[in-house]
């Protein structure tokens, strides 16, 4: 019991385990940023696409 109390108290008296978790946090806030982006440029890329399909598909056979 007293081993488990020393490593409690390392671990407390420790600054790994604040750090993991502002990476933790920073990665995650990274990740969101990332997503919406890719999902605005999808959504972006697809009304193009579509314009471009309707566009061609409209005009006059040769």
Same mark, same amino acid.
């Given at each position: 019991? /007293?081993?488990?109390?020393?490593?409690?108290?390392?671990?407390?008296?420790?600054?790994?385990?604040?750090?993991?978790?502002?990476?933790?946090?920073?990665?995650?806030?990274?990740?969101?940023?990332?997503? $919406? +982006?890719?999902?605005?440029?999808? /959504?972006?890329?697809?009304?193009?696409?579509?314009?471009?399909?309707?566009?061609?598909? $409209?005009?006059?056979? +040769?």
């Amino acid at each position: 019991m /007293k081993n488990f109390a020393m490593k409690l108290k390392r671990f407390l008296k420790s600054e790994d385990g604040p750090t993991a978790v502002e990476y933790a946090v920073m990665l995650s806030l990274i990740i969101v940023v990332c997503l $919406t +982006a890719v999902t605005n440029i999808g /959504k972006k890329a697809s009304t193009t696409f579509t314009n471009v399909a309707n566009q061609l598909g $409209t005009g006059t056979a +040769a």
